[in-house]
Nanobody, 123 residues
Framework: QVQLVESGGGLVQAGDSLRLSCAAS????????MGWFRQAPGKEREFVAA????????YYADSVKGRYTVSRDNTKNTLYLQMNSLKPEDTAIYYC????????????????WGQGTQVTVSS
């Protein structure tokens, strides 16, 4: 088991940037595949981005490709999500998640979740 705590969310205007962080403790972070997901009101949780245990390349949903960058610092047990050119449709609660195994995008296969951080983008 791993404990995950997200931070960095907030209220921004369209076109602005935010960087989310996810601090991990417990089970070995460096061997985990890490992911970011989001859930907007009335919608299902969806995949945003993920990164393998040793990086550095990330995998992205088409809706964020070219605007978001996922990274990790295994020396600090921290996962990041740099979000640029934010749009109102990016508004959601953002969750980080961990799994040990193959990188998959279906949230049902991720068993370790943080509590989430709210991102609100105004037009």
């Amino acid at each position: 088991q791993v404990q995950l705590v997200e931070s960095g969310g907030g209220l921004v205007q369209a076109g602005d940037s935010l960087r989310l962080s996810c601090a991990a403790s417990g089970r070995t972070f460096s061997s985990a595949v890490m992911g970011w997901f989001r859930q907007a009101p009335g919608k299902e949780r969806e995949f945003v981005a993920a990164i393998s245990s040793n990086g550095p390349n990330g995998y992205y949903a088409d809706s964020v490709k070219g605007r978001y960058t996922v990274s990790r610092d295994n020396t600090k047990n921290t996962l990041y999500l740099q979000m640029n050119s934010l749009k109102p449709e990016d508004t959601a609660i953002y969750y980080c998640a961990a799994r040990w195994g193959v990188l998959v995008t279906n949230p049902s296969y991720w068993g370790n979740w943080g509590q989430g951080t709210q991102v609100t983008v105004s037009s």
